[in-house]
């Protein structure tokens, strides 16, 4: 029974990469029911637009097509996601860690909100913003989408730096 549920979430979880830009999910439409236990989430690598190092695992629908998604998202110690903003509303909630978000065009950890375990933060379309994590963190997204990440300075655009 393991082995088919296994199986199941890694059908459904698998995480491939499209046209070298982005990372898609070939999570499949849910019309019932999930469940799913922390043992059967498959975590990956996450998508080339956000820095290396954090992991993701894909809950519910395809973050890169219409519709609704959850997705989780593992950082490591001293991870960074420089300034950028996303073209549709973004709902986070912190699991375990702290993740720090601030406000506007750079980083400026002394003005960053520290959101720890519990916590939750909306972020309305368009919104400048940036985050980092001091030690690992979990958080869990939600929204409707596709989910995007456009960052200020194209310099700091992970997919550009792949190229050179």
Known sequence: ??????????????LAVVAGSSLAVAAAV??????????????????PALPPGA???????????RGPFVI????????VIPPHYHSMPENLTVLSGTLYIGDG??????????????GYHYLPARSHHYAFSKEPAVV???GNGPFDIIYLNPKDDPRKKSMQ
């Open 1 to 14: 029974m393991k082995g088919i549920k296994s199986l199941t979430a890694s059908v459904v979880l698998t």
């Open 72 to 79: 989780r998202m593992e950082t490591t110690a001293g991870y």
């Open 140 to 142: 869990q997204l939600h």
């Open 105 to 118: 065009d750079v980083v400026n950890e002394a003005k960053a909100h520290a959101l720890k375990a519990g």
């Open 55 to 65: 992991k993701v695992t894909i809950l519910y629908g395809n973050p890169f097509h």
């Open 30 to 47: 849910q019309h019932e029911q999930r469940f799913l236990n922390v043992e059967d989430l498959i975590w990956q690598q996450a998508p």
